[in-house]
Each structure stands twice: as C-alpha cells, then as structure tokens.
C-alpha cells in the first residue's frame, strides 16, 4: 500500500501564488505516475496536470501556463507549483499515484490506484 499526504493549501488572492507537495509512503517502489485532479463544491473531480515515471507532464488546458508539476524521486514528493492563481482555481486539491508504468500520462480518475485527502485552496478575488 501507499499512502499520500498533501500540504501546502491554503488562502490566496487573486494573482498569488501557491506550493502543494504531495508526499509519498509506504510501497513507493510499486508507484510510478502521479497526478493531481481537484473537486469544486457540486462539481465532478477533474484532472489538473500529471507526471509519468519518465517525466512526462501534461496539463488541463485550463491550468496550462499557469501550474508546473514535478517531482523529486529520491524524497518520494511531487509538487504542484501554482502561479497566477484564479477564483475558479478554488477546489479541494487531491493527489494520486499509479501503479503502472505507464508510456503515457494518465488523466483519468480511474488511471490512478491511490489517493491523498485533499488539501483546500481558496482564490479570494
């Protein structure tokens, strides 16, 4: 099993910027892809911006340009570096993990085998 925990939500204006980390334990030798995906009040939860087990990264449209995925392999932790925050950027911030190695970077919920709880980021305007 692998267990993940996010920090580094928060309040921010409009503009700001925030850091979430995302830190991994337990079996992290069965971990490959990770992800973050984010659930607005009434809404689904939609994907944010992904890394692969080689590195590759891919970002919704909507985040493109503004967040910068990456991780740190030898600390078991990705992190979602977030500029230029907005209002609709409000969600609660989930981060996942896939067991698989996989050529390409996953999108979907159902890509990913483990989930952190979330951590909140609020965007005042």
């Known amino acids: 099993q692998v267990q993940l925990v996010e920090s580094g939500g928060g309040l921010m204006q409009a503009g700001g910027s925030l850091r979430l980390s995302c830190t991994a334990s337990?079996?992290?030798?069965?971990?490959?892809?990770m992800g973050w995906f984010r659930q607005a009040p009434g809404k689904e939860r939609e994907f944010v911006a992904a890394i692969n087990w080689a590195g590759s990264t891919y970002y919704a449209d909507s985040v493109k340009g503004r967040f910068t995925i990456s991780r740190d392999n030898f600390k078991n932790t990705v992190y979602l570096q977030m500029n230029s925050l907005k209002p609709e950027d409000t969600a609660l911030y989930y981060c996942?993990?896939?067991?698989?190695?996989?050529?390409?970077?996953?999108?979907?919920?159902?890509?990913?085998?483990?989930w952190g709880q979330g951590t909140q980021v609020t965007v005042s305007s």
């Open positions: 337990g079996r992290t030798s069965s971990m490959y892809g």
């Open positions: 996942a993990a896939e067991r698989r190695r996989s050529a390409i970077v996953e999108v979907t919920t159902n890509s990913y085998d483990y």
